[in-house]
């Protein structure tokens, strides 16, 4: 079963990650709709994924599965369990931890950078709030690769690593570090999916399709 939701959770964080990536990629375009003619505001709410509210054509980043209503009387997570499964960090039953502050951008080599400060800052990623062990501890070869490597201060030192220094839901929790460069994950909230302009989306499924 810790297998299972291990698995969950880094399917949901993918999922959740290359929806973000999509939101702030202004090429990303579906099937009969005509592209934006400019870049998107920066993501404030998850539940934006579901349904775009600054296109008139309603442009969906997530499956419409990530709109189920849940059981927000689960013991796992009461009293404070998440509503809609794209806020739900199947590890805990509750809502993510939520990671803000400045997409980047692969045409300028601009990495993303962790805000200090909610005020204006869109989400670029989420984490787990679960200090369990996991059974996987690093991601080597995969596109979640520099999930738990540390950069410099509150800037990611390339893009799709993680900062050294990070709060907790829209940062009104206490700080946390990540892993040092090339160390194990040793807990699943060190499992951070943020967003990378330059990420190749056909390698993330060698991530969650691992055996282990």
Not at 43 to 63: A, C, E, G, Q, V
Not at 143 to 167: D, K, R, S, Y
């Amino acid at each position: 079963m810790k297998r299972e939701r291990e698995k969950e959770l880094l399917f949901r964080g993918s999922q959740i990650k290359e929806a973000i990536e999509n939101w702030n990629n202004p090429k990303y375009t579906v099937p009969g709709v005509a592209p934006r003619t400019g870049p998107r505001p920066p993501l404030m709410d998850l539940k934006y994924l579901l349904d775009d509210p600054t296109s008139t054509t309603h442009i969906r980043f997530l499956p419409h599965t990530y709109a189920t209503e849940l059981d927000t009387n689960n013991p796992k997570c009461a009293p404070n369990c998440a509503k809609l499964k794209v806020y739900q960090d199947p590890m805990t039953g509750k809502e993510w931890t939520i990671i803000r502050g400045t997409a980047g951008n692969a045409a300028t080599g601009q990495v993303p950078t962790i805000s200090t400060s909610t005020q204006g800052a869109g989400i670029i990623g989420v984490a787990s709030k679960s200090d369990e062990k996991p059974l996987k501890t690093d991601f080597k070869d995969t596109a979640l690769e520099n999930m738990g490597v540390t950069g410099g201060g509150i800037t990611t030192g390339a893009i799709g690593t993680v900062p050294q220094v990070i709060t907790g839901t829209d940062m009104n929790e206490p700080a946390s570090t990540s892993p040092a460069s090339g160390g194990k994950m040793t807990k699943y909230s060190d499992w951070k999916f943020i967003a990378d302009p330059t990420n190749d989306h056909t390698k993330i499924y060698r991530a969650y399709h691992e055996r282990w």
